[in-house]
């Protein structure tokens, strides 16, 4: 059964931290990208941030440069969402997807399986 669980989320307040995770079950972890996206209420669901398993390569938005970090953990099938700096407007929910062709970039969009969503709330 294929899973990726997304978890983390929560409320903050401005300037505030959060690590999002994103769990993998049911398929080869280290042959998949993962990436983040995030979906604020009536906006598109946009990809943040993603990083290519065995390639050295991680894509981020420019809203989240220098802020948001992502890294893996292939021994637990774990992609991390470190969220420093939080702002009002990186609240949404954000979803993790995984896909077997490598993230190249802002137009990088996985269609092989996507995680629930796990909201993330940042007062001001």
């Known amino acids: 059964d294929v899973q990726l669980q997304a978890s983390g989320g929560g409320l903050v307040h401005d300037g505030g931290s959060l690590k999002l995770s994103c769990t993998a079950s049911g398929f080869t972890f280290d042959n998949y990208a993962i990436g983040w996206f995030r979906q604020a209420p009536g906006k598109e669901r946009k990809l943040i941030s993603c990083i290519s398993n065995g390639h050295p390569f991680t894509y981020y938005v420019d809203s989240v440069k220098g802020r948001f970090t992502i890294s893996n953990d292939n021994a637990k099938s774990t992609v991390y969402l470190q969220m420093n700096s939080l702002k009002p407007e990186d609240t949404a929910v954000y979803y993790c997807?995984?896909?077997?062709?490598?993230?190249?970039?802002?137009?990088?969009?996985?269609?092989?399986?996507w995680g629930q969503g796990t909201q993330v709330t940042v007062s001001s």
């Open positions: 997807a995984a896909d077997s062709f490598q993230c190249y970039g802002s137009n990088w969009y996985p269609t092989d399986y």
